[in-house]
């Protein structure tokens, strides 16, 4: 069974331009959530996706923003890119409901230059 | 909202010692606490999980203890190999109607041979 898929490995942009980061959650999933892992920062929550709903959203401004399709990918836009974006972006996915373990694709390389 | 403290940043121990590893949470309602092993370069992985109502469990060389009225959890490493050397990251899943995963900041474990 594949887990979660993310693309691209690794994106550059400018300063100022925007990037769309995709993700695939496992098959039977329905919930699809983005963290940040900016070095020395841990892992920062983004966004909850659930049944095609954005359910929360962390301490990130408006510039981050997502959505999820009716097969329950998910992508993540970041506008107006700054420096400070540079990171890694992991999404994650679980079954329904709460409390359910939630399981990380290998990330997107995010460079902002 | 949730926070959760991550002790100590970095941990060096010698092959077959043991490793410990503290965090506390502040939202007293949260429910589940995960840990998960991210090795350099890859996506992080859970490794065990603690609800709640259970005060200990263990798998194999792993366990991790909770004290719900100190807020504060444990993941205890025995018999350490080199292989175990990674971050380790505790979570905490906050209370509520919305669901959110908060990371600790990690902890850099070496196991030197």
């Known amino acids: 069974e594949a887990g979660v898929t993310q693309s691209p490995t690794h994106l550059i942009k400018t300063r100022g331009q925007q990037a769309t980061l995709r993700c695939s959650p496992i098959?039977?999933?329905?919930?699809v959530y983005w963290y940040q892992q900016a070095l020395g920062l841990g892992l920062q929550f983004l966004l909850w996706?659930?049944?095609?709903?954005?359910?929360n959203r962390g301490n990130f401004p408006p510039r981050f923003s997502g959505r999820q399709f009716p097969n329950y990918s998910s992508e993540l836009n970041v506008n107006a890119l700054e420096l400070e974006d540079s990171a890694l972006y992991l999404c994650?996915?679980?079954?329904?409901?709460?409390?359910?373990?939630?399981?990380f694709g290998e990330g997107s390389w995010l460079t902002v230059v | 909202g949730e926070n959760v403290e991550q002790h100590p940043s970095t941990l060096s121990v010698q092959e077959g010692d043991s490793a410990v590893i503290k965090c506390t949470y502040s939202?007293?309602?949260?429910?589940?606490f995960p840990w998960y092993k991210q090795e350099l370069g890859k996506r992080p992985q859970l490794i065990i999980d603690?609800?709640?109502?259970?005060g200990e469990k263990k798998d194999q060389r792993i366990a991790v203890t909770l004290n719900k009225t100190a807020k504060h959890f444990s993941l205890h490493i025995t018999e350490t190999q080199p292989e175990d050397s990674a971050v380790y990251f505790c979570?905490?899943?906050?209370?509520?109607?919305?669901?959110?995963?908060?990371f600790g900041k990690g902890t850099l474990l070496t196991v030197n041979p």
């Open positions: 939202d007293s309602a949260s429910n589940y």
């Open positions: 979570a905490a899943k906050s209370g509520g109607s919305n669901y959110k995963l908060t």
């Open positions: 994650a996915s679980s079954l329904a409901g709460r409390g359910n373990t939630i399981y």
């Open positions: 996706y659930d049944e095609g709903e954005e359910r």
């Open positions: 603690i609800r709640s109502n259970v």
């Open positions: 098959s039977g999933h329905t919930s």
